[in-house]
């Protein structure tokens, strides 16, 4: 099978080929298509194995529908990884024991691939007394710091870093410094962040009352609705986070929700879970449907729609008895209630084929029609599998929150009448960040296309870089049909092009044909008014959508693409670098000795301060030792680190982010205290000269709202994109959540 773009050849390479150096490696896209066929086939009775491998393959074959990278990357290959990739922990006790359990949890969790959610509201907030101790409490946040350095140390399956999610309701106490925290641009880097916003509180804020701060039914504060929204509004205007879930809504639209409390989601938010529930997720490519491109009678056949979901239902319903789990309750859920996510991805470049408008009117009704045909058939193939495997073991027919006459068809209601069904929650709509890249590059999940051209750089064997151009999969269909023709205006649409209200929209239409949720980000441009910008969030809440997440380019976060308007022409990934201070002939400095339990010789680590307008700042740091053990990496610390320091500006983050190294083979016991590694302990002494009365710590001052670019954590390239409620880079095909 060919590859359609060069990225696709190289995510596969990189993300999805499985390589062991044996006779089972994939040699092509073909043979791991196969390989998952195989494995997922494995859940089917013997004699229906075959039957079932090669109507899976086939739904596979061309991209036509894609499981989560978990599964491609997994599936049939014996590694000790989970196929689901995301999960929601258990509730989190409100003491020291069952909290740094639920971490150990949740690292365990990462380990084998899984990303993790969690809600921080059952901890007591900050100042509150901890009986027994005669101590107060630190906090819900203090304790996400602890979940932020775990996962900064866990590798997720050998692949990436964790990616987390932490919710706080609107009325614990502590709400306003979580919404607060990530203007920080330090804190909290491994967690996307939402507040649990309720149906009560939006009266509130309609009827301009007063909203207490509320735990374990004591009321710490009272403050105004209005102002607790304006702070939320504002720290997301300014710095994209937190998102917002509205969680009454999606307990009440819970088909599950006679057997089950939601109150967090997976990283991304597209599912949201009880305790130790699990996301399944796999997504039907509606770009490769279209019959006839580009031509006045495009359209996807409703008929081949249903077909490919019946068997994506199958498939998913599979891997639940096929995968691992990093927990034995994750798993008790998982078969207990059979939840999948069935989604689409492609959507975007599917409306373009059709020449209709991401937004607007044509483009809603196709929206409409499509998720429209995959709810019905999916519900219809999972009362079929209850016919022939059984029902979810949860299932009640009397309390399962049915979907409307309105929904199904007759045939479809009659066969769950007799039946059940196979699976609690059917369909979802998460980011397809790199399983999109996979399949050509196209559209990802239900967003625009963000940029329909752009220059990616490549490093090269000898560390130099080429640059090679990366279209839409829409936009190399149209040169390939269309040659040079000018594509038309009203279908070819962007991120760029499009109101913050056409996103809306989609969102709106999606999710009244949506079990569970959608990953959906709003963009909004940099220069949207603040009351226009809020105006989005309670909008959102008005269409009865689930959740709200916008990106809006700004100073922590950064932009990434310079976009030009016609989708022919590319867009641009720029990065300068301030320029380096130039070393004085004499600087000022101190040497501090550290002497590591396991090292027969001390290191010396001696920073030295530079007079800049009167106050001393750190310009450069060197680290000596007799030990040669240590040279390589002690020199390439010292230079990264000068480097940073010569740069200027707030340097604090250098000792934080070395203070939270842990050793895998034990940190050590120094003046009374445990540091985790040496490199903590260097951490701690670059620390302890910032603090010394000897160097002045920079002033902070509210900065200017200058959009500076993001590195991306794999190529370090200047190309981390917002999208999805995740973050993916354009170069390396890099993503944190899929």
Not at 283 to 299: G, T, Y
Not at 336 to 353: C, H, M, S, Y
Not at 633 to 648: D, E, K, Q, Y
Request: proline letters at 6%; aromatic letters at 8%.
């Amino acid at each position: 099978m060919a590859f359609d773009a060069t990225i696709s050849a190289e995510i596969w390479n990189a993300k999805y080929r499985f390589q062991s150096g044996g006779d089972g490696d994939d040699a092509d896209m073909a043979a791991t298509w196969s390989r998952i066929a195989a494995a997922v086939a494995e859940a089917e009775a013997p004699r229906a194995r075959r039957h079932w491998r090669e109507r899976f393959e086939h739904a596979l074959s061309d991209f036509k529908f894609l499981p989560a990278g978990r599964i491609i990357a997994g599936a049939g290959t014996g590694r000790a990884v989970t196929l689901f990739n995301c999960f929601v922990m258990g509730t989190i006790p409100d003491n020291l024991n069952g909290i740094f359990e639920h971490l150990r949890e949740a690292a365990l969790t990462m380990q084998q691939g899984g990303g993790v959610g969690m809600d921080f509201s059952t901890i007591r907030p900050s100042g509150a007394p901890v009986h027994g101790v005669g101590a107060k409490a630190s906090g819900p946040l203090s304790f996400m710091d602890a979940w932020d350095a775990m996962c900064r140390t866990v590798m997720s399956a050998g692949q990436r870093r964790g990616a987390m999610m932490a919710c706080l309701r609107i009325d614990h106490p502590d709400i306003e410094d979580f919404i607060d925290a990530k203007r920080d641009p330090v804190r909290l880097r491994n967690f996307n962040v939402s507040v649990l916003v309720t149906d009560a509180f939006m009266g509130a804020l309609a009827a301009d009352q007063d909203w207490p701060l509320v735990f374990d039914g004591r009321v710490y504060r009272t403050v105004r609705a209005r102002d607790l929204w304006a702070r939320l509004m504002r720290a997301t205007y300014d710095v994209a986070e937190p998102g917002v879930i509205f969680i009454d809504r999606v307990n009440a639209a819970n088909n599950l929700a006679y057997c089950e409390t939601v109150s967090a989601t997976n990283p991304c938010g597209e599912q949201p879970l009880p305790p130790y529930g699990a996301c399944l997720l796999g997504s039907i490519n509606l770009s490769r449907l279209v019959d006839d491109p580009f031509e006045p009678n495009a359209a996807i056949s409703a008929e081949k729609l249903a077909d490919l979901t019946t068997t994506a239902v199958r498939f998913l319903d599979n891997v639940i008895d096929v995968s691992r789990y990093p927990l034995p309750e994750q798993e008790q859920e998982a078969k207990a209630k059979r939840r999948i996510g069935l989604g689409v991805t492609g959507l975007a470049d599917a409306l373009i084929f059709c020449n209709a408008r991401y937004g607007a009117e044509d483009g809603l009704a196709l929206t409409r029609q499509w998720l429209g045909v995959i709810r019905t058939a999916a519900y219809r193939a999972s009362a079929q599998l209850a016919a022939e495997k059984g029902a979810f073991p949860a299932y009640d027919p009397v309390l399962l929150d049915q979907p409307t006459p309105a929904d199904l068809d007759s045939e479809t209601r009659a066969l769950m009448a007799d039946h059940g069904l196979r699976n609690g929650c059917l369909t979802t709509i998460a980011p397809t960040g790199t399983i999109s890249l996979l399949a050509g590059n196209t559209s990802s999940g239900i967003e625009p296309v963000f940029a329909f051209s752009y220059q990616r750089r490549v490093r090269q064997p000898d560390n130099s870089f080429i640059e090679e151009p990366v279209q839409d999969y829409a936009l190399t269909l149209w040169k390939r049909l269309k040659g040079d023709a000018e594509p038309p205006a009203h279908a070819f649409v962007s991120a760029q092009t499009l109101r913050p209200d056409d996103h809306l929209a989609m969102q709106a239409a999606a999710q009244t044909l949506i079990d569970s949720s959608i990953s959906k980000t709003i963009n909004c441009p940099e220069d949207i008014a603040f009351d226009e910008f809020a105006h989005v969030y309670a909008r959102a809440f008005e269409l009865g959508c689930k959740g709200c997440t916008t990106y809006r380019p700004n100073a922590v976060t950064g932009s990434i693409l310079s976009v030009d308007k016609k989708p022919e022409e590319q867009a641009t990934i720029e990065h300068k670098a301030p320029p380096l201070t130039p070393r004085p002939e004499h600087l000022i400095g101190s040497t501090y000795k550290i002497k590591w339990p396991e090292s027969e010789h001390a290191l010396y680590v001696t920073v030295n301060d530079i007079d800049d307008e009167g106050r001393r700042r750190p310009f450069e740091i060197f680290v000596n030792s007799k030990n040669m053990e240590h040279y390589a990496w002690t020199l390439a610390l010292t230079r990264m680190i000068s480097a940073v320091f010569r740069r200027g500006g707030d340097v604090t983050f250098v000792a934080e982010e070395l203070k939270a190294v842990f050793d895998p083979r034990g940190g050590a016991w120094m003046n009374g205290r445990y540091v985790p590694s040496l490199l903590a302990a260097i951490g701690d002494v670059i620390q302890r000269h910032l603090d010394s009365g000897s160097v002045q710590a920079p002033v902070l001052e509210p900065a200017p709202l200058l959009a500076k670019p993001r590195t991306c954590p794999k190529c370090s390239a200047p190309a981390l994109l917002r999208s999805e409620g995740c973050d993916k880079c354009l170069e390396c095909g890099y993503s944190k959540c899929s």
